[in-house]
């Protein structure tokens, strides 16, 4: 029973490097998410997908891209980090149609920008 | 601009203890009220959520309270026990297949034995 599963758990980045942070459901949900968690500021929505084949902007989308690469995956690419970035990334996913079905989030990934 | 006030960011209590949190929001269109709870290393789970046409839910030791006249909401935990240190968030949303939550920005609980 994995529900949302994140990887990397850790990551280690210089300034300027690019990466992918790679999610997965198996609760065959339709819309998914990427929030990223800071000390003091909580949740802020990053992208978010309603359904395979589409993306959406959140909050704070600056810095990154998305895709919905079918039903099960949503990756996060960071095509230049920076320290800024440093932060724990969640993903989570959401059945849509039902309409109060709550967030299944990952366990997260902690990335560290220098 | 913050939608969703969260207070207090910290709370230490004793095993046994009631703490309470609150949350306030201002958008009147907000219909969904839900409480994440969050252990260290992990994702927020979902607690307990509350629509507003009822004023009080129940979950075992956890009970949101509802007040719609002030725009505010509660969270009260029973008879706490260490277990139930963790960092909680309270969040709103409208309605809608494409739910987006507003977040607070979460309490720290300590619940010491």
């Known amino acids: 029973n994995a529900g949302v599963t994140q990887t990397p758990k850790f990551q280690v980045l210089k300034t300027g490097q690019s990466m992918t942070l790679q999610c997965a459901q198996d609760?065959?949900?339709?819309?998914m998410y990427w929030y990223r968690q800071d000390p003091g500021m909580g949740l802020r929505l990053i992208y978010y997908?309603?359904?395979?084949?589409?993306?959406d902007k959140g909050e704070v989308p600056n810095g990154y891209n998305v895709s919905r690469l079918n039903k099960r995956e949503f990756s996060l690419r960071l095509e230049s980090a920076a320290p800024s970035q440093t932060s724990v990334y969640f993903c989570?996913?959401?059945?849509?149609?039902?309409?109060?079905?709550?967030?299944?989030f990952g366990n997260g990934t902690r990335l560290t920008v220098t | 601009q913050q939608q969703v006030k969260q207070s207090p960011q910290s709370l230490i209590v004793q095993k046994g203890g009631i703490p309470i949190i609150n949350c306030a929001y201002e958008?009147?269109?907000?219909?969904?009220f839900p409480w994440y709870q969050q252990f260290p290393g992990k994702g927020p789970a979902l607690l307990i959520a509350?629509?507003?046409d009822v004023s009080e839910k129940k979950e075992g030791r956890f009970t949101i309270s509802f007040n719609k006249s002030a725009k505010q909401f509660s969270l009260h935990i029973m008879d706490s026990q260490p277990g139930d240190s963790a960092t909680y968030f309270c969040?709103?949303?409208?309605?809608?297949?494409?739910?987006?939550?507003?977040w607070g920005l979460g309490t720290s609980l300590a619940v010491n034995p």
């Open positions: 989570a996913s959401r059945l849509t149609g039902s309409e109060n079905s709550p967030l299944h």
């Open positions: 609760m065959n949900h339709n819309s």
């Open positions: 997908s309603a359904s395979e084949g589409t993306t």
């Open positions: 958008n009147t269109a907000f219909d969904y």
């Open positions: 509350i629509r507003p």
């Open positions: 969040a709103a949303s409208t309605g809608g297949n494409n739910r987006k939550l507003i």
